[in-house]
């Protein structure tokens, strides 16, 4: 695992662990500093940043986080063949649970205001659904907006508008796009900014 230390960080951390079943050992840890040459894997910053980070992905899947009941049932990654775009698929006939690629933002910049996030996404024989989502850290009702996309469509645009709170203890801006069952999801253009409403 690559990371990219910000200059601004106090810790680093790590964890270890299995999905579904079977025993796991650990051995040799071992941390060094290696050139800007290799790759990066993936830097999850906390507290989290109060800008979104990498939404082109030519950095391919860094800042951004994965999460899901069953993430051995699907692969995430960056497809650059043209400009680059993330997807997730399942690469199992009957996947558990769903796949989340998401980032969090500090809600210093946003209390009381409009967030709009835009994507483009395409799907390919998406069999429950995939969405586009913003919304507070526990993302349900009132407290998180989205756009689900079922089936086989082409590149196709979304806006979402989320009203932030005025409260400073809802926890944090979360965003991304999540795969649940069969099929597959791709996600480019991604933007986040604030906005006027009347």
């Not at 810790?11 to 290696?34: A, H, M, N, P, R």
């Not at 989320?162 to 597959?184: N, R, T, Y």
Request: glycine share 10%; hydrophobic share 40%; with cysteine.
């Amino acid at each position: 695992m690559v990371i990219d230390v910000p200059a601004k960080a106090r810790s680093i951390s790590f964890e270890l662990g299995t999905y579904e079943q079977g025993k796991l050992w650990l051995d040799g840890i071992e941390f060094v500093i290696v050139g800007r040459s290799v790759p990066l894997t993936g830097t999850i910053l906390y507290p989290p940043p109060s800008q979104p980070l990498n939404l082109d992905f030519s950095e391919e899947l860094e800042y951004w986080e994965t999460e899901g009941g069953a993430r051995g049932h699907y692969e995430l990654a960056v497809d650059t063949t043209a400009s680059p775009c993330a997807y997730l698929k399942s690469i199992v006939e009957a996947p558990v649970g769903s796949c989340i690629l998401r980032q969090k933002l500090s809600l210093e910049n946003y209390l009381g205001k409009v967030v709009r996030l835009t994507a483009s996404m395409k799907t390919l024989d998406v069999a429950s659904r995939a969405k586009l989502f913003i919304g507070s850290f526990e993302g349900s009702g009132e407290d998180c907006v989205e756009q689900a996309l079922t089936g086989t469509t082409s590149w196709t645009a979304s806006t979402l508008d989320w009203p932030v709170p005025a409260e400073e203890d809802m926890g944090f801006i979360i965003f991304g796009v999540s795969l649940q069952g069969p099929g597959q999801l791709w996600i480019r253009d991604v933007h986040l900014q604030t906005v006027e409403v009347s």
